[in-house]
């Protein structure tokens, strides 16, 4: 899978990131903000673990945001079981350098609009731990909503922190 956002591509997972996923996934500031299934240390076994995992998807919901040379993040869709099966949980993590670039921004609209047109889905959401405010922006600025605050849910760095979810339905996208 490919898709264009000018200098940087939402693409498949190549056998090649390896390097690129721990020398910019080792870094804790990026780190915190993700589930403790995210490991910190980042090393080459947990990269060629997650690519393992990400190479035998059918179908293939988790994708590398790259440059021109290599990866330098990741997003994703993780699909919901029973009744939530006609929503989704987008999550994504930037390289620190990339940063404040639009870039998470851009990958996130393009995913959603990716995902409503390839999926039979209804909504998709995401969860942000309190302190994250750029995750806040880059899913407003996609068009996500605010739905609510879940009081100190999250056990992260030592200490109860709220999240808040954030969603967005099929129909408020015009994929005409």
Avoid: C, H
Wanted: hydrophobic share 40%; aromatic share 16%; no cysteine.
């Amino acid at each position: 899978m490919l898709i264009d956002l000018g200098e940087y591509y939402i693409r498949s997972y190549e056998k090649s990131d390896t390097d690129a996923l721990v020398k910019y996934a080792n870094n804790y500031n990026v780190s915190k903000n993700l589930r403790d299934s995210f490991p910190y240390p980042y090393t080459e076994k947990d990269a060629n673990k997650w690519l393992g995992l990400v190479f035998g998807q059918n179908p293939e919901l988790n994708f590398a945001i790259a440059d021109k040379n290599e990866l330098i993040g990741a997003i994703g869709i993780m699909l919901q079981p029973d009744v939530y099966r006609y929503s989704a949980e987008i999550g994504y993590w930037l390289a620190e350098q990339f940063w404040g670039k639009g870039i998470a921004t851009q990958a996130v609209k393009k995913l959603t609009e990716f995902a409503f047109s390839q999926f039979k889905f209804n909504r998709l959401f995401a969860g942000v731990f309190e302190g994250n405010e750029s995750s806040l922006r880059v899913l407003e600025k996609a068009g996500y909503k605010l739905e609510g605050k879940y009081r100190k849910a999250v056990y992260k760095e030592n200490k109860y922190k709220d999240q808040f979810m954030y969603s967005i339905l099929k129909e408020e996208l015009d994929l005409q």
